[in-house]
């Protein structure tokens, strides 16, 4: 799935990213633009702004609405409309920051860019070609798998 998130939803875009979405959100452009893009580049609008999203559904756009605030119930509300797997597979997930798609890298291509105990502690790694930005499993695993969670559970 495609999607095209407002300037609002940009924890749920990363969040989105993370589990393998194609999501593209930027704050600078304004309703007309991002009708353009959606339309343009046949991405899913999501939005909590309810006159785009009116605008939208008018132009024949796959527009949605999200009406929660609390980034799980976003989260569930566009897993539950849309079939997403709310679960992080690692071979498919984009970059949160850029939207990329991660590859897999081996520590030792990593030594001078790691803290001392993150190298000596963690074995998989992952980067993003684009923004370089590194990612592994550590202690914040826990918090993601719980938000994931929850968010599961509201879907049901």
């Given at each position: 799935m495609r999607f095209l998130a407002d300037g609002m939803l940009g924890k749920l875009a990363r969040w989105l990213r993370m589990l393998g979405q194609d999501v593209v959100c930027n704050t600078q452009l304004d309703g007309n633009k991002l009708l353009e893009l959606a339309k343009t580049e046949c991405r899913v609008l999501l939005t909590r702004d309810f006159e785009l999203?009116?605008?939208?559904?008018?132009?024949?756009?796959?527009?949605?609405?999200?009406?929660?605030?609390?980034?799980?119930?976003?989260?569930?509300?566009?897993?539950?409309?849309?079939?997403?797997?709310?679960e992080i597979d690692m071979d498919k997930i984009n970059c949160p920051l850029c939207n990329t798609k991660l590859e897999g890298i081996s520590k030792e291509q990593l030594k001078d860019r790691l803290e001392e105990n993150t190298y000596k502690f963690y074995n998989k790694f992952w980067w993003c070609p684009k923004c370089s930005q590194i990612y592994w499993q550590g202690s914040h695993w826990k918090q993601i798998n719980q938000t994931l969670s929850l968010s599961q559970k509201k879907s049901h």
């Open positions: 999203y009116k605008r939208a559904i008018t132009r024949c756009l796959d527009a949605f609405y999200i009406k929660e605030k609390k980034e799980t119930k976003q989260l569930s509300e566009v897993a539950q409309r849309y079939k997403v797997r709310l």
